[in-house]
């Protein structure tokens, strides 16, 4: 992909003065143990953006783009789930829809904190726009190219965290579920939801409001590929074997195996003769 822009974009100590900001940020949110739940759902968003940081790297190195959009996309992950620690501190929860849009929220604490203010207008829209829609179901119609693409980047980069939690939630569970130590939302009846089944064979996001069981939330997970934008996002995951891992906590059944096996076709169509060429997905 070419450099969209060479001018005035991130430069590497920006970013460096960016991470340090961040880190002293998160620490002001930890108690040392007088409020154990803070510190442990604190500790979990620090070290997934970390985590989120590395995939945005790995995503983009062989992206052809320029050092200074590289700095750009490593700074949209950093900031990506700042209004995550203002969340767990005001609300004790992480779920949205019982407390505030957690990246509507990581925008305000932006502006705020005017961490921002060095940079041009054009970046810090870029920044405040892909945190800002990082976790919505899709993103805003007339996004222009440039910042589209850096939303598309953290969307991709997050997933990437997201699957390989959830993926070791779910084995923690099934492995000893008496002393499973989340919230487990969806009941662990055997069955998956038809109209979850259809979403996912017709390529379609799924309401997320359809999912009952685990099995949905796990079908739904597969069903993921679809809402994935590069390729190399792609070929993680093949790489990681995420798919094969949630394949695996499904059941058995005629139904089922049909969405499973249209998810892998869809995936091998993609990067099957292309699994070292970086492009987006049409
Ligand atoms: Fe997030």
Known sequence: ?????????VKKTELEALQKWFTEYVRG???NGADDFLDRHVRLKEEHTARVCEEMRLITEGMGLSREEEHLAQ?????????RFEQIRKYRTYADPKSVNHGQLGVEILDKEGILNDLSANERAILKTSVHWHSAKTLPEGLDEQTAMFCKLVRDADKLDVLDLLIGNFRRYYDDPEH????????????VSEPVIQSVLNRRLVDYRQIQTLHDAQLVLLGWVYDVNFSQTLRRIVRKQ???QIAAFLP????????????????RLQIGDSIDRPSPIA
Do not use: K, W
């Open 75 to 83: 700074a949209a992950a950093l900031l990506h789930d700042v209004g």
């Open 242 to 244: 995420y798919l094969e």
């Open 252 to 267: 058995d059944r005629p139904r089922l195996r049909q969405a499973i096996d249209s998810v892998f076709c869809y995936v």
């Open 180 to 191: 499973f130590d989340l919230e487990v939302e969806f009941s662990d009846r055997p069955d």
């Open 1 to 9: 992909m070419m450099a969209l822009l060479q001018e005035n974009y």
């Open 29 to 31: 949110f930890y108690t």
